[in-house]
């Protein structure tokens, strides 16, 4: 049987008025990988899913899974399985009966309906609510329900469309434990749709990172994070994002160091910023413009004429007042250029 690995070749789709949502999309997804598409609102991820599900149309390059062209397969026939953002449970079902639904429409026995059923309750721990109706549910209940109704067909891949942005701030973090833990339980391919970069470099296997239709980076969270393929990835993730300025404009390179021949920009993160001794001669003084403490961290944000703004990530007892004058540096080694 061969792999099911997803390949996106050249994908593109077009609405009215010239807007072109997806651009030339190349990528291609391992069988059992849990791939993130982020990015800001229209940016072509939520597109670029629907066209994978087969929910829209495809205008050019070709979307295929395990070899087989899905461009003119409809959705029923492309064994995926769809989360949305609204959950989209039927409100006068109950629990038992949302979940099985995929299975009635299947024509699936009676008997293998109820062991499926029962079977994803435990996992997701709905075991005690499937008498129950949407309405008599939490936003995190029913979010499982959702999950439940798309695992219980056991399709080749699950296509996740913001499912956690209606809940709250804790439940999400925990929904995100539950959604990973999961996926590597039943190894099954997952692409989830996000604008939230914290859900992004926290779930995914690899995130492709998107804007304007266009892919810009597509790597695994560390990559991404560490060396940003260009000025969007940089300042895009992040928080604060990556501080980054022109080269010859900002601070000057060490002795030695040479920046590829296409390059920019420089860029630092900010954990790589430190407070300096007064005899470091790679030390500069700047005046702080600004405080947050985030209470794991304290965010610095520093400034002087002639030279960019930094932002510099602090131990949580770091000391600092906006007006102070501060000496800092920075930590050569973990420049990057773009």
Known sequence: MPNQNIVIDKANKYYPGGVHAVNNMSMEISEGEFVVF??????GKTTLLRMIAGLE?????????????????????????????NYALYPNMK????IAFPLK????KKVEIDAAVREVARKLDLEQLLERRPGALSGGQ?????LARAMVRKPKLFLMDEPLSNLDAKLRVQMRREIVGLQSELGV???????????????GDRIAVMRDGVLQQFDTPEVIYDRPANLFTAGFIGSPPMNVWPLG??????????????????GIRPEFIVPADEPDRQAVQM???GVERTGRETLVFLEREGLPDLAMAAGSDFDARPGDSMRVRLRTEALRFM
Request: net charge positive; aromatic share 4%.
């Open 38 to 43: 982020v990015g800001p609102s229209g940016c």
């Open 57 to 85: 149309d495809i205008h050019g390059g070709t979307i295929s899974m395990g070899g087989r062209v899905l461009n003119d397969v409809a959705p029923k026939d492309r064994d995926m399985a769809m989360v949305f953002q």
């Open 95 to 98: 629990v038992y009966d949302n």
């Open 105 to 108: 429409m299947r024509k699936a």
């Open 142 to 146: 029913r979010q499982r329900v959702a």
């Open 189 to 203: 391919t997952t692409i989830y749709v996000t604008h939230d970069q914290t859900e992004a470099m926290t779930m």
């Open 249 to 266: 404009e900002g601070f000057p390179l060490p002795p030695g160091m040479t920046p590829p021949d296409r390059a920019t920009h420089a």
């Open 287 to 289: 005046r702080v413009r």
